[in-house]
């Protein structure tokens, strides 16, 4: 009995019940009928200034109160996010703050990517290897309340691994995801959409082999992705990758939904040097100069 008189459930029930509740917020059909327009940011990894910049240029009004921000979008726009909040930047407890603040109010989303999914193992005390990038992220939270760890673990963890919108037409996954797997909850989809269409095998530089899964998409939906870094917004069939390496000294970019169009910010510095090498930023080289 509980302390109110009623009968506990059994521990497979309450079990089963938790993950009836971790599959419906992870539903990646659930917003199927938003229109938009959207905003979609790449890969912030933990550079807040940029981040605000690029808000900035696009309209939004982000005003600071406390460690806590508000924001206002233009013309009822909505900020979403491809994953990959932290690892590697100066300032992941502030990004954190301002796309939780803004998923609460309802003027964002965001998708988990797998660095995400690499924290929350973490803090749960799960089997994960710390890179360099991640315990960066790890100090920072370190000087938090651990209120707010608990609300991060919690966001993170119920993040969907993709999100089908605008009736199918647009599809949002931190690797990307073949037409086969949108709209799906399974493991298989979550893999492809946290890490992408891996070989299982590396390169020299002991990252992962991936398929160019995109050069044979012919999907209806336009698959808006990051996850691998390249020189400047990369359209492919019907793709396009927005990770355009703002940590590694590169841009952050956005993509404005329906319009087809991009901005991008600058990196203020490189905060974390690269295992492959990288397009030079010509904006950053004319700072140090």
């Not at 539903?27 to 690029?54: Q, S, T």
């Not at 995109?214 to 336009?222: D, E, P």
Request: one cysteine or more.
């Amino acid at each position: 009995m509980t302390r109110r008189g009623k009968k506990a459930r059994p521990a497979p029930e309450r079990k089963k019940a938790l993950l009836h509740r971790l599959i419906e917020k992870r539903n990646p059909l659930a917003l199927r009928k938003a229109r938009g327009p959207f905003d979609i940011v790449g890969d912030v990894h933990g550079c807040l200034d940029e981040l605000l910049a690029l808000m900035q240029t696009m309209g939004y009004r982000v005003e600071r109160e406390g460690k806590e921000f508000a924001v206002t979008p233009p013309d009822g726009r909505t900020l979403a996010f491809v994953g990959d909040l932290v690892d590697r930047g100066p300032a992941a407890p502030g990004v954190l703050r301002l796309a939780m603040g803004m998923a609460r109010a309802g003027t964002a989303l965001c998708v988990a990517g797998n660095r995400d999914a690499e924290l929350v193992r973490v803090l749960r005390g799960g089997a994960a290897r710390v890179t360099r990038g991640m315990a960066r992220t790890l100090d920072q939270l370190a000087a938090e309340p651990a209120s707010f760890c608990a609300a991060v673990l919690d966001f993170l963890h119920d993040l969907p691994s993709h999100l089908v919108l605008d009736e199918g037409r647009l599809v949002i996954a931190h690797a990307g995801l073949k037409e086969a797997l949108q709209g799906r909850s399974s493991a298989a989809a979550r893999a492809f959409a946290l890490h992408g269409d891996v070989t299982g095998e590396k390169d020299a530089a002991g990252l992962p082999l991936r398929r160019a899964w995109a050069a044979g998409y012919r999907g209806k939906a336009l698959v808006v992705h990051g996850h691998t870094p390249v020189g400047a917004p990369m359209w492919l069939n019907n793709t396009i990758n927005i990770d355009t390496g703002c940590a590694y000294g590169g841009h952050l970019t956005a993509l404005r939904y329906p319009e087809r169009v991009t901005a991008s910010m600058p990196a203020e510095a490189i905060y974390y040097p690269p295992r492959r090498p990288f397009p030079p930023n010509p904006t950053l080289h004319a700072k140090r100069k």
